[in-house]
């Protein structure tokens, strides 16, 4: 699975249970030291989308 943001990808487990994406999600962003005014999951066809605004 892969999660991108603007400038940069990130390649996800794609074995991860629901809980455990959102964790690695959240992990990955917290390395980056990057911070985020909201933050939401939502789910379209069956694919995890992560939204983020700043």
């Known amino acids: 699975m892969l999660y ?3 400038d ?4 996800l487990s794609e074995d991860c249970t629901t ?3 959102v964790e690695e999600i ?3 962003l917290e390395q980056e030291n990057e ?3 909201k933050a939401c999951l939502t789910v379209v066809d069956d694919f995890w989308v992560m939204i983020i605004s700043a």
């Open 35 to 37: 911070v985020f005014v």
């Open 8 to 11: 940069q990808a990130y390649v």
């Open 26 to 28: 959240f992990a990955i």
């Open 19 to 21: 809980g455990s994406l």
């Open 4 to 6: 991108s943001s603007e």
